[in-house]
């Protein structure tokens, strides 16, 4: 069985940052591309950075040159700093990971619980 923890949400004013956290565990074979979403309240979730295995990395628009996605695989751990945060950034933060178990092999996609962001202006 496979989780994945988050941790680093909180509260914090406009202009400031945050830094979250994610492990996986379990029986894990690989982890492939590793990601984070988010869901604002009466929103629908949305992709917000996402990097690969071999760290290419991609950000939605709303967040380029604010935050930085980043991976531990020693670690099995993606990491997504959040600099000068609005509160536009406010949500439940959710880890992705796309993780191949074996045996016999099989990848599939996996969620975190989700951990809450909240800027106050």
């Known amino acids: 069985q496979v989780q994945l923890v988050e941790s680093g949400g909180g509260l914090v004013q406009a202009g400031g940052s945050l830094r979250l956290s994610c492990a996986a565990s379990g029986s894990i074979f690989r982890i492939n591309a590793m990601g984070w979403y988010r869901q604002a309240p009466g929103k629908q979730r949305e992709l917000v950075a996402t990097i690969t295995s071999a760290s290419s990395t991609n950000y939605a628009d709303s967040v380029k040159g604010r935050f930085t996605i980043s991976r531990d695989n020693a670690k099995k751990t993606v990491y997504l700093q959040m600099n000068s945060l609005k509160p536009e950034d406010t949500a439940v933060y959710y880890c992705?990971?796309?993780?191949?178990?074996?045996?016999?092999?099989?990848?599939?996609?996996?969620w975190g619980q989700g951990t809450q962001v909240t800027v106050s202006s």
């Open positions: 992705n990971a796309d993780i191949t178990t074996g045996i016999p092999l099989r990848k599939d996609d996996y």
